[in-house]
T-cell receptor, first 110, second 115 residues
Framework: KNQVEQSPQSLIILEGKNCTLQ??????????LRWYKQDTGRGPVSLTI?????NTKSNGRYTATLDADTKQSSLHITASQLSDSASYIC?????????FGAGTTVTVRA | DAGVTQSPTHLIKTRGQQVTLRCSPK?????VSWYQQALGQGPQFIFQ???????QRGNFPDRFSGHQFPNYSSELNVNALLLGDSALYLC??????????????FGPGTRLTVT
């Protein structure tokens, strides 16, 4: 069983709308959690990183939250744009090991 | 300052053949990690090289091997290709093993198709 589970697997939203992606993990011990954006056929690009003591981190229209007690994180996209269409991957680090989620594919339609 | 570069961009091979993929890390980085990403899946860790040695390895067979050169660039070799080896192969570089918050920078990947 994957130690990092993401939901939903995919979603479609209209341009200008908001959406929230979920990431639940069982990785232990916890070092940090990153959200990556991966455009089709390209390498992932880091959006945010959060350590144990951080609850919220923003990067433009992307806001990530972390609840280390329940081992849950979310990525909120505000006022979506067509360029937000991509796969969003949650990555949890434990010491020197990285555990990747399968990603959520977001499609933004005009 | 060039980021992580990979070559080739795309590759088509036949079952049983061997393939070599190449990666140049971001300037100033000395650690290279390789990942396999099947369509619709998250990246799966293959192995990591630091100081020209394999430091960590994921759950991949010995058909997958690698090398790191003195200039920190790296190669991924896959022998006896199987259809299931078709995937996007990502290289990521970072600035050393130390530090819990080090960031990995990913290259654009090499799309390998095995027919």
């Amino acid at each position: 069983k994957n130690q990092v589970e993401q939901s939903p697997q995919s979603l479609i939203i209209l341009e200008g709308k908001n959406c929230t992606l979920q990431c639940n993990y069982t990785v232990s011990p916890f070092s940090n959690l990153r959200w990556y954006k991966q455009d089709t056929g390209r390498g992932p690009v880091s959006l945010t990183i959060m350590t144990f003591s951080e609850n919220t981190k923003s990067n433009g229209r992307y806001t990530a939250t972390l609840d280390a007690d329940t081992k849950q994180s979310s990525l909120h996209i505000t006022a979506s744009q067509l360029s937000d269409s991509a796969s969003y991957i949650c990555v949890v680090r434990s010491d020197y090991k990285l555990s990747f989620g399968a990603g959520t594919t977001v499609t933004v339609r005009a | 300052d060039a980021g992580v570069t990979q070559s080739p961009t795309h590759l088509i091979k036949t079952r049983g053949q061997q393939v070599t993929l190449r990666c140049s890390p971001k300037s100033g980085h000395d650690t290279v990690s390789w990942y396999q990403q099947a369509l619709g899946q998250g990246p799966q860790f293959i192995f990591q090289y630091y100081e020209e040695e394999e430091r960590q390895r994921g759950n991949f067979p010995d058909r997958f091997s690698g090398h790191q050169f003195p200039n920190y660039s790296s190669e991924l070799n896959v022998n006896a290709l199987l259809l299931g080896d078709s995937a996007l192969y990502l290289c990521a570089s970072s600035g050393g093993l130390a530090g819990l918050n080090y960031e990995q920078y990913f290259g654009p990947g090499t799309r390998l198709t095995v027919t």
